[in-house]
């Protein structure tokens, strides 16, 4: 007897069948297997060397002094005068060592630089965990040409799940309504597939890591 059904009507019963038949599950633990391989190296050093590769600039400091001496050095070098900050923690500390800065949003178009602090810093892939949760708001970490991130230690994780478990452990049920990964500067190809850092963002990206003992 000729069959007469279609090629579509075909594959419609095989899939019927497949979805009925019970199948064991091949890799039962998958989710609970590492997805990369094992390292030694410090998760510091494994963000430090992803973050430069994708052309950010990463200054490691043992104290609050260090990081003073090196974003002078920086600033000097840059002729940076227009410096931003709008969070607590670090107007304090700038204020402390008599560091000039922008603490409103005062001419906030001639902005050359924006400094904040960060969520978490993700070592696997190089990247910054920012919100708008802290007073830099959305605003600090994209419009100024520059974007200086101030982290800690004790904010170095090793993969996105490690950061998302911060961010929730900080903020419970209230979540920021931003949580954004920022992975060097920001950067395009679109015209003529010619990479142009500073399309959408911040052309220069620093991250200063302080050493917080924890």
Request: aromatic share 10%; proline share 6%; glycine share 6%.
């Amino acid at each position: 007897m000729k069959d007469n059904t279609t090629s579509k009507e075909q594959l419609l019963k095989k899939i019927r069948k497949a979805l009925l038949e019970k199948r064991e599950n091949p890799y039962p633990n998958l989710e609970d297997l590492p997805l990369y391989p094992p390292t030694t190296e410090s998760p510091e050093v494994i963000f430090a060397e992803e973050f430069t590769r994708v052309s950010g600039q990463f200054v490691y400091c043992e104290d609050e002094i260090t990081f003073i001496e090196n974003i002078l050095l920086l600033a000097e070098e840059k002729k940076w005068r227009k410096i931003y900050c709008w969070e607590p923690q670090l107007q304090e500390l700038l204020t402390t060592y008599e560091y000039p800065f922008y603490a409103t949003d005062k001419d906030f178009e001639l902005a050359e630089v924006g400094l904040t602090l960060c969520e978490c810093l993700i070592a696997r892939n190089g990247s910054i965990m920012v919100s708008n949760g802290n007073a830099a708001g959305r605003r600090l970490s994209i419009y100024p040409h520059a974007h200086i991130v101030v982290a800690y230690t004790s904010q170095m994780v090793m993969d996105l799940k490690d950061g998302f478990n911060l961010v929730k452990k900080k903020y419970g049920n209230n979540l920021p309504s931003m949580i954004s990964n920022i992975t060097g500067p920001s950067r395009t190809a679109d015209i003529e597939k010619t990479l142009v850092l500073g399309a959408h963002g911040p052309k220069e990206l620093y991250v200063f890591l302080l050493d917080d003992g924890v």
